[in-house]
Nanobody, 124 residues
Framework: QVQLVEAGGGLVQAGGSLRLSCAASGLIFSSCAMGWFRQAPGKEREFVATISRSGSITYYPDSVKGRFTISRDNVKNMVYLQMNSLNPEDTAIYLC?????????????????WGQGTQVTVSS
């Protein structure tokens, strides 16, 4: 059974930082591209970051580029999202996702497995 379990969310003031983690089990982690998405109330799910199977390729939307960094540890089966310079617009549930076919993608429908998410709230 595939499980993706996120952790590290919480309440932080604007300008602060958080590091999210996602523990993967039940799949060949090193064969999966991984992604982070977020969903705020009343809004569509939004792509945040993706990383290739080896970790050599990453991609971000302009909204988080330069502030967020995705990384992975294929020994520990973990993926991380370091978030700096947070602002209230970053408030959302952050979800980890695994893509088992081909490489990275910004499209949520390309990801087969999803975690339950972790809440990130940024106060002004």
């Amino acid at each position: 059974q595939v499980q993706l379990v996120e952790a590290g969310g919480g309440l932080v003031q604007a300008g602060g930082s958080l590091r999210l983690s996602c523990a993967a089990s039940g799949l060949i982690f090193s064969s999966c591209a991984m992604g982070w998405f977020r969903q705020a109330p009343g809004k569509e799910r939004e792509f945040v970051a993706t990383i290739s199977r080896s970790g050599s390729i990453t991609y971000y939307p302009d909204s988080v580029k330069g502030r967020f960094t995705i990384s992975r540890d294929n020994v520990k089966n973990m993926v991380y999202l370091q978030m700096n310079s947070l602002n209230p617009e970053d408030t959302a549930i952050y979800l980890c996702a695994a893509k088992v076919v081909w490489g990275i993608s910004t499209n949520s429908s390309a990801y087969k497995y999803w975690g339950q998410g972790t809440q990130v709230t940024v106060s002004s």
